[in-house]
């Protein structure tokens, strides 16, 4: 069974930069999406964006801030986090929607 490790969390500053990775175990096939969510302190779970093998899609709040890539020989995805907001502050986590795996997640926090 694929496993998801998320890395790269940590403490921002607004206006500031963070880059998550995500490394999958073994190799996952490049047509699989993959994706990242995030989790706020008392919020729901939500998308934060997608990537199949020719598109990507973000939720509002993140377009042209944070955008979602991955590198195959690697099998790791990004998501590059730029312009950070406090709001940003949660809990990332990365998923394989194929086979409903989940990464452990990394805290992101970000201060004003």
């Known amino acids: 069974q694929v496993q998801l490790v998320e890395s790269g969390g940590g403490l921002g500053q607004a206006g500031g930069s963070l880059r998550l990775s995500c490394a999958a175990s073994r190799s996952i096939f490049e047509s699989m999406t993959m994706a990242w969510y995030r989790q706020a302190p008392g919020k729901q779970r939500e998308l934060v964006a997608t990537?199949?093998?020719?598109?990507?899609n973000y939720v509002d709040s993140v377009k042209g801030r944070f955008p979602i890539s991955r590198d195959n020989a690697k099998n790791t995805v990004y998501l590059q986090m730029n312009s950070l907001k406090p709001e940003d502050t949660a809990v990332y986590y990365c998923?394989?929607?194929?086979?409903?795996?989940w990464g452990q997640g990394t805290l992101v926090t970000v201060s004003s």
């Open positions: 990537i199949t093998s020719s598109s990507t």
């Open positions: 998923n394989l929607p194929s086979f409903s795996i």
